[in-house]
Structure formats: C-alpha cells, structure tokens
C-alpha cells in the first residue's frame, strides 16, 4: 500500500523532472540567472520595478517567482540571456 502511495506521488515528479532537480545540486542555472540579474539591478542602482517589468515582457516570466528548486528550463534561460544582454549588458555565462 505505502509502496504503491509512493510511486504515484514519485512517478509525476520524475516525469516532470522536478525530482530530477531537487535530487542535484540545488540551484538550476535559472535561478542562478536570476540571483545574478537580480543583484546587477540592485548594485547599479536601477528602478527595480521597471527593471523587472522590462525583464518580464522579454522573457515571458517573473523572476521573483523563481525558486530555488524550479527545474531549468532551456527556453526560459535563453530568453532571459537575450534580455540581460540586451537591457543591460550583462554576460549570463
């Protein structure tokens, strides 16, 4: 019973690749592009809020709303590359 209980909360988690993630090193590359935009915006004194509005409407996310245990996604990072590049400069390598 507890066996069976267990796979079918685990399959789902696996076939999404949150487990996956949370099994690893913790933080996902997109998390940590988002830390990295996060604190160039800060230590450069910008308009945080239009800062992130800007962020927003080029990547199609909310960089606030990404935790540390959300499972990278390549278009998501991609897109969140362009944008820093794009509005200010910044190499998310």
Known sequence: MVNTLVRSVMMPLTVRG???N???S???K???YCQ???QHIESNGL???KSRGEIAMRCG???PLVKPDDPDDAQKIQALR?????LFGLNLE
């Open 22 to 24: 949370a099994q690893g």
């Open 47 to 49: 308009d945080i809020y």
């Open 26 to 28: 913790g933080m996902g």
């Open 61 to 63: 996310f909310l960089m």
């Open 18 to 20: 949150y487990w996956q």
């Open 82 to 86: 362009e944008a820093a590049r794009e």
């Open 36 to 38: 990295r935009v996060q």
């Open 30 to 32: 997109l998390y940590d």
